[in-house]
């Protein structure tokens, strides 16, 4: 039975079937300067020809030019940066590569360590010969040693670069003097704030190369986003060249849209829908059952060990000896543990892998037929990159996307347009973000007086942050330039992947144990005192939160109910940087400040989900310095279309939808969004919803929605009028962060009121 046909028995489900044509190889020959010993590497591993974009790519980086490889899962795009990496240290083994008595040398940047350790594997393959090591977190002594004095290939990833290397870069100056090439893969996962940081990191490491007399070549590779070239450019800081077309063969594909039914009997203004991961688990079931490979994407580890589960149970019933034929991979296993699953999986033997997002980047297994995706993972980027994991081999294959109750999932099922035929989302960070600028400026002056020259590098807010350094008494202007004046060390100063300030540990109180760790900015809503906190599946009670010491005490316990902290908010526009007439309606960018204030939590049964008390807490408010972009509509429109008790919770829900669906715009999550409505706010003095970065300084993705307002709002107002619901759900207008427990919202009133808002809108960008 083809692959398509076992889709379409589920035609109550599908909302949309896509046929991806098969598409044939556009070869090329290998370039005269790979030395024999490099091709016959690669010939090993079947690639006895290269396709035209390698060949493109290969040619670029020859020639000294930076280079951003954007093309599908699958393309062939680690041989774009192994075969250069790999001719630049065999010529340095004969000697012709030394440039004053310096031995040629590599760095390869990783999101994860799994990635750089699969990466690691894959060049010992190439070449058994090269020094190569992986420098990260779990190194010992010994293995961090030997990295610096024998590597010639170093693998890490961003946070090591930031928090070993360059701050040690003396004692890696053998590494840095020789670098030829420095690789930045799966780049498009650096978006928002983490992608700001990389950014500064990547100038800083740039910097450090050039003082020691190398000028190496950037690769980065992508998966498909938009303007790769201008991406890679605000990366790298580098005049960048993208390679694009993709002439790598795949078989025909085949893509659903799938949507959970609604439940029976279940008639509420909810209206409640089968859970996606039931969904997919019966799917996953009838896929092994029919002896398709299949590999099933899901957000959580626990989500994956239950669908696992699920699918277990029902092929024990069909066909015990399925049983054992699917299992699960995830983040957390060991080493041995993921090896083994992917040969299981490459040999056939495994059927069905229920997965979290660590089989997504780029790790290497082959042999898929049917992809199934739980959930919009956040970008169609990432989408069409773990469809692409399946058909790897040129054979037919399946991809499926199942619906979550969220409202963007709502709305690319029943818009198909906007998953097959939409431009692809920017990439979006703000590298001259001050919060995130400030430290790096002070690491770079640390490693190396900053000087007049290095600003231009750091963009065109590094003099502000070097004054403001310097005032107050962190840096010391000197004839050389500005040097670090205190003891600490100053990378310290930058958590890459965090929100800002130190981390909240969480402990627990009998054994003393770290539990895990909560975002400075989000601490108070998570583990405020008698908050239960659930960490990987195992539940505890919030004993005591003292946020001034970041510490947050736990004990393990099922208490029978979930919390959910109630929160104030109060937002001031702080300054109006960009605005446009929207005749009843404006629409404004800027700088706004974010005042927050946790004041209670909600305790609800874990059992029937009833309402069991709400419980007073004494926290501090929390001011945060953010963007925002925000939408007004005048008196006279908003009482001719809304009831003055309707108009809060018409706001309210446009709020939430809009907040919901923006990062169909831009790479973001929700949860790096936050919100307010109004109907009248004290410096508009008009109806306002306020849509701003979570993070401070902001991160570019309400800069992103201004940008792009009118299409924005109008998928939003059509995700809200789909629904099928009567009041409003998850897939709609509520929200899980909601500090005032989803109340009060009017989706009717929100239609009415986006209409209004929408009926002389455009683009800020299309004029």
């Known amino acids: 039975m083809r692959l398509v046909d076992l889709a379409l028995r589920h035609e109550d489900r599908v909302t949309h079937l896509e046929r991806l044509p098969a598409r044939d190889a556009v070869v090329e020959s290998w370039p005269d300067w790979t030395p024999d010993a490099v091709r016959a590497a690669f010939a090993a591993t079947g690639a006895t020809h290269l396709w035209a974009h390698q060949r493109e790519a290969l040619d670029h980086i020859r020639a000294g030019r930076h280079v951003v490889v954007a093309t599908g899962t699958a393309s062939g795009k680690s041989l774009t940066f192994q075969a250069p990496a790999l001719t630049a240290l065999d010529a340095g083994r004969d000697g012709d590569a030394l440039r004053g008595h310096r031995m040629p040398s590599v760095l390869y940047l990783a999101p994860t360590k799994a990635l750089a350790a699969d990466q690691l594997r894959r060049v010992r393959e190439l070449d058994p010969g090269v020094r190569a090591a992986t420098v990260d977190g779990d190194n010992s002594p010994e293995e961090r040693q030997w990295a610096r004095e024998h590597a010639a290939w170093v693998l890490t990833n961003p946070d090591t670069l930031h928090h070993v290397i360059l701050p040690g870069h003396q004692r890696w100056t053998r590494l840095l003097r020789g670098l030829r090439l420095i690789v930045v893969d799966e780049c498009h996962h650096y978006r928002g704030v983490f992608g700001a940081h990389v950014a500064l990191v990547l100038r800083r490491l740039l910097r450090l190369c050039e003082q020691a007399g190398a000028a190496p070549v950037v690769v980065c590779s992508s998966a498909t986003i938009a303007d790769p070239a201008a991406f890679g450019e605000r990366l790298t800081g580098l005049p960048t060249v993208a390679v694009t077309e993709d002439a790598s063969p795949r078989g025909e594909r085949a893509v659903a849209l799938w949507e959970p039914p609604l439940v029976e009997g279940e008639e509420s203004e909810s209206s ?197 350094l310097t005032a107050a008494g962190w840096l010391r202007a000197r004839p050389g330039g500005w040097y670090w004046t205190r003891r600490e060390r100053a990378s310290d100063l930058a958590d890459l992947r965090g929100g800002g300030g130190l981390p909240v540990q969480i402990v627990d109180g009998e054994t003393g144990r770290l539990v895990g760790t909560a975002n400075a900015e989000a601490a108070d809503g998570i583990v405020h005192e008698g908050a239960v906190y659930v960490h990987q599946g195992a539940r505890y009670v919030v ?89 007004t509509l005048a008196d006279q429109t908003a009482e001719e279309i809304l009831d003055p008790l309707e108009s809060p919770g018409a706001a309210h829900a446009a709020e939430h939808a809009a907040i919901g669906l923006l990062p169909l715009l831009a790479t973001c999550d929700r949860w790096d969004l936050g919100g307010l409505s109004t109907v009248r706010h004290a410096d508009t003095g008009l109806l306002t919803v306020f849509v701003h970065d979570a993070h401070a300084g902001g991160a570019g993705f309400a800069e992103r929605g201004y940008e792009q307002a009118a299409s924005w709002l109008r998928f939003t107002r059509d995700t809200i009028a789909a629904c099928p619901c009567v009041g409003g759900c998850p897939g709609c207008v509520q929200s899980p962060k909601c500090g005032n427990g989803n109340e009060p919202l009017r989706k009717a009133g929100a239609v009415r009121l986006l209409d209004a808002v929408l009926r002389e809108a455009h683009d800020p960008s299309s004029r």
């Open 272 to 468: 409640a829908r089968r859970p996606a991961n039931e969904e997919a688990a019966d799917l996953l079931a009838d896929l092994a059952g029919g002896g398709v490979r299949t590999l099933c994407f899901v957000r959580s580890r626990h989500a994956a060990e239950q669908v696992t589960a699920r699918v277990q149970r029902k092929l024990d019933l069909v066909d015990p000896e399925l049983t054992g034929r699917v299992a699960t991979y995830r983040g957390g296993y060991l080493p041995e543990e993921r090896r083994a699953l992917e040969r299981r999986l490459r040999s056939g033997d495994l059927l069905g892998l229920t997965s979290t997002s660590a089989l997504e980047m780029g790790i290497d297994v082959s042999g898929l037929d049917a992809i199934v995706t739980v959930g919009y993972p956040g970008t169609r980027a990432s989408l069409f990159q773990q469809w692409g994991r399946a058909g790897r081999d040129g054979q037919e294959s399946l991809g499926v996307l199942i619906a979550r109750t969220d409202p963007i999932d709502t709305y690319l099922v029943h818009h198909p347009e906007a998953v097959f035929d939409a431009s692809l989302e920017a990439t979006v960070f703000d590298a001259d973000n001050p919060h995130v600028l400030g430290p790096h400026l002070a690491a770079a002056a640390q490693e190396a007086p900053l000087t007049e020259a290095d600003l231009t590098r750091f963009g065109p807010r590094a003099r502000d942050g070097v004054e403001a």
């Open 543 to 631: 004993e005591e939160y003292a946020p001034d010491d970041h510490l947050a005490v736990v004990r393990r316990d099922d208490p029978g109910w979930s919390t959910q902290a109630r929160s104030t908010t109060q937002l001031d526009v702080v300054e109006v940087a960009r605005e446009q007439d929207w005749g009843v309606s404006t629409l404004c960018f800027g700088t706004v400040d974010v005042t927050s204030q946790v004041t209670s939590f909600l305790k609800r049964s874990t059992v029937g989900g009833q309402l069991l008390g709400d419980e007073p807490l004494d926290l501090s408010p929390r001011t945060l310095r953010t963007t925002a972009v925000w939408w």
